[in-house]
């Protein structure tokens, strides 16, 4: 992150960009035990854009990315314009230039998605709005969380609006559901 201009104080404590592993992915997603028809699916620190085309098999309302690197994101939106493969079940993609400390959640039923993007401190700030908007729009709410710290999952654990659902150690990742 450090080589890209990022107009956000935030980037201090976002983590280098990597790309989830398809197969990896498909796991995740897999794990859930709900009808993802009905779901917006966001992507916290988005990148270039592979989580969002991944979703896009998947029959989601709609797939939306946040990114805070203008970089990232307009080579994330280069690859939304190319992609269309047979597989493709949501064609409403989008990519949103936009520090995701700062975004407001749709109240709408959704799966949050967060591939390790930032330390725990802006992490807490997010998962605190993720309960505020829960409690002020209840609605069925998912998160899967990939790579987290130990201290992450405490911070979900004492979220007080989580439930854990489902913990992989072979492809490191936790799903949660909202619940109040």
Do not use: M
């Amino acid at each position: 992150l450090s080589d890209l201009d990022i107009p956000s104080s935030n980037w201090i404590d976002g983590n280098d960009y990597a790309a989830i592993e398809p197969e990896r992915f498909k796991r995740v997603l897999a794990s859930f035990d709900i009808a993802l028809q009905g779901f917006t699916f966001i992507d916290f620190g988005s990148g270039k854009g592979r989580a969002l085309l991944l979703a896009s098999e998947y029959p989601f309302k709609r797939v939306l990315g946040l990114e805070f690197s203008p970089e990232l994101h307009q080579t994330s939106n280069e690859n939304i314009l190319r992609y269309s493969p047979a597989a493709q079940k949501c064609k409403d993609i989008q990519s949103l230039n936009v520090d995701f400390a700062d975004y407001a959640l749709p109240p709408e039923p959704s799966v949050l998605f967060f591939f390790h993007p930032c330390r725990t401190r802006v992490l807490s700030a997010v998962v605190a709005e993720i309960g505020r908007s829960l409690r002020s729009h209840p609605r069925p709410l998912f998160i899967a969380y990939v790579a987290p710290t130990p201290e992450q999952e405490q911070l979900f654990a004492a979220a007080g609006f989580l439930d854990k659902i489902f913990d992989s150690t072979e492809f490191k990742f936790c799903l949660y559901r909202g619940c109040l």
